[in-house]
């Protein structure tokens, strides 16, 4: 089989080939797959132009795999959390297609192990794709990761990328994807249907999101691409979605149309874009800026101006991995302890085709420091809600939900918390007291279940309610 590689500075943990062990931030394995042909079972049904489900039923997962699958990702089921895209780009003949899949997951899905000065960290990674009853390729590789802190083995975000080019003739195929972590019993799998497009000399591959591209100068090598296989990027961390754009061959555009689109196919940001000529190929990253987008899934779609030629992906402006926000409803939901009653009602009743300006001029007038790039009074607010989910969640399905949880997203932490528990264990009833001084407010929370279930009563949910408008409305 014919290998390639390539070295990209970043900030990700991706794992070498069996063949270069080195720990990486950065360094990645590219491999295209060399064929087999025994037989297996044959997959089901799916969709066209991607991956689409091998069952119609979505198997039991988080809110972020089913996001991750609305978007038309393949996110596994099991113990470790990945998520893989498929993307298709131009091969040396038409009757081929160059197939890039990357796939991601976070460190802290596997167990890591002490080695010197060190954290080490081993993983088997497979494919497998069918035509038919005919198994077309497989790739299967032991993957080692190191990294120098115990903090990076706990990181949650996309830190770990691995992934592979394989050739396959244009055409309907089953694509198997599985990972299992070699410390443990963990493990995930998914399967899907792909759709293999024919791409004629000039016509645009994929949109690729991308952490760093090298363009390739032909179609008979690969281009040194690092993927964001999640196509996603963090409200408030990232302030742009670079994308790799190419066509290869006779008849490739000069130019190419971006366009985001909204719900209802409204248009939140609209550019042109120059593809430069590298050898027989033309190719650029573009840069999509996050603020257009809005919270939630976007249609990125991009056109040869002329030319019926268009491809689009779907991209995600996330509040992090442990918030599932896929729509601007959902994102109005979520501020109802960050802002007056007045503006979410503003948000709330803006059109889609106005949609933009709104949360624009919303983050406009609520930035606490307005001189910076990033939103601070959103970025704490999130990080409260990420902590009320972590700190509460016996008391109800999302931490920040539940009373305590309330509590501590509107008003931030107490000054002084009384436990009874901590006095008399053995207590049917468990008392908590939280005191906020400058608010002259005191809440009392009651364990009558003894499960860590702690509840307000109607007046000391009324008490904080109004504390929280209070403080909304710039007053104690």
Not at 19 to 26: P, V
Not at 258 to 283: A, F, I, N, Y
Request: aromatic share 8%; hydrophobic share 40%; with cysteine.
């Amino acid at each position: 089989s014919e290998k390639g590689r390539s070295r990209l500075a970043g900030r990700w943990l991706v794992s070498a080939a069996p063949a270069r062990r080195a720990l990486l931030y950065g360094a990645l394995s590219l491999a295209l797959a060399s064929c087999a042909g025994r037989q297996a079972s044959p997959g089901g049904p799916g969709g066209l132009g991607g991956p689409g489900r091998a069952n119609a039923q979505l198997p039991a997962g988080s809110e972020m795999q089913r996001l991750y699958r609305a978007m038309g990702l393949v996110a596994g089921t099991g113990t470790i959390s990945f998520v893989s895209s498929v993307s298709f780009l131009s091969a040396p003949t038409r009757d081929s297609t160059l197939l890039l899949v990357a796939l991601s997951l976070p460190s802290r899905a596997l167990g890591f192990a002490r080695e010197g000065d060190r954290y080490v960290a081993n993983y088997v990674a497979r494919l497998e794709i069918r035509n038919g009853g005919v198994i077309v390729r497989e790739v299967e590789g032991t993957e080692t990761v190191r990294v120098p802190t115990f903090r990076e083995t706990t990181r949650s975000d996309e830190s770990i990328i691995w992934q592979q080019f394989l050739r396959l003739a244009p055409g309907r195929y089953s694509l198997s994807i599985s990972i299992r972590d070699e410390a443990g019993i963990r493990s995930a799998s998914d399967e899907v249907t792909i759709e293999v497009p024919r791409l004629p000399a000039g016509a645009l591959g994929s949109p690729i999101a991308v952490y760093e591209a090298i363009p390739r100068q032909s179609s008979d090598s690969l281009p040194r691409i690092l993927a964001r296989p999640r196509s996603t990027v963090t409200f408030g961390v990232d302030s742009i979605l670079p994308v790799y754009v190419e066509a290869s061959g006779e008849g490739a555009p000069e130019r190419v149309r971006t366009q985001l689109l909204g719900e209802g196919d409204v248009v939140l940001w609209d550019s042109t874009s120059e593809l430069p000529l590298r050898g027989t190929t033309r190719s650029s990253t573009i840069a999509i800026p996050v603020a257009r987008m809005g919270v939630g899934i976007t249609t990125l779609e991009i056109t040869s101006p002329g030319r019926a030629d268009t491809v689009r992906s779907k991209v995600l402006v996330s509040l992090g991995d442990d918030l599932p926000i896929s729509s601007f409803e959902e994102v109005v939901s979520y501020l109802r302890y960050f802002t007056t009653p007045d503006r979410l009602k503003t948000l709330r009743e803006s059109t889609p085709a106005n949609r933009a300006a709104v949360w624009a001029e919303f983050l406009k007038s609520t930035d606490p420091v307005p001189a910076t790039a990033e939103h601070e009074g959103l970025r704490d607010y999130f990080q409260r809600i990420r902590t009320a989910n972590q700190r509460y969640r016996d008391d109800a399905q999302g931490g920040w939900l539940s009373d305590r949880g309330a509590a501590y997203v509107g008003l931030g932490d107490p000054d002084n918390i009384y436990d009874s528990g901590l006095n008399d264990p053995s207590a049917r009833v468990r008392q908590q007291v939280w005191e906020y001084s400058e608010l002259r407010l005191q809440l009392v929370f009651l364990d009558q279940s003894g499960f860590g279930r702690w509840r307000l009563n109607p007046q000391g949910m009324a008490d904080l309610q109004n504390a929280i408008r209070r403080k909304l409305a710039g007053f104690p």
